[in-house]
């Protein structure tokens, strides 16, 4: 499972430095995606949907964001991910990095 995650996690990282960095919408109508978007997308073929992933959570888990039972690890990113300063570079390093992770810790 782990190395289908960090596929997915790379395959999203490519997805948002190829379209851009959509906030506060899966995907916008410039062809941008969020970091769930475009985690969904290339889970699930569509960009659409609110899923507590396996991918969401090992993200979540590599920012040090805390799950709990008001805040899903799909929400926490989100919310990560729609601040106002954040960066296209610093959502593909996140999901690259988490794969790197993942990657090291399977292997």
Known sequence: MTNAVAKN??????????FG???HTFSDDKGAYCIRGAINLCRNGTPW????LDEEEAVANYLGLEVDE???S?????GWNNKYARTK??????????ADKL?????
Not at 9 to 18: F, H, M, N, Y
Not at 49 to 52: A, C, Q, R, Y
């Open 89 to 98: 570079g610093e959502v593909i390093s996140a999901l690259r990095n988490t």
């Open 74 to 78: 799909g929400d926490l990113i989100a």
């Open 103 to 107: 990657e090291t810790v399977s292997a």
């Open 70 to 72: 008001l805040n899903s």
């Open 49 to 52: 949907g609110h899923n507590n």
């Open 9 to 18: 996690l790379r395959c999203a990282a490519d997805l948002i430095e190829k």
């Open 21 to 23: 960095l959509a906030k």
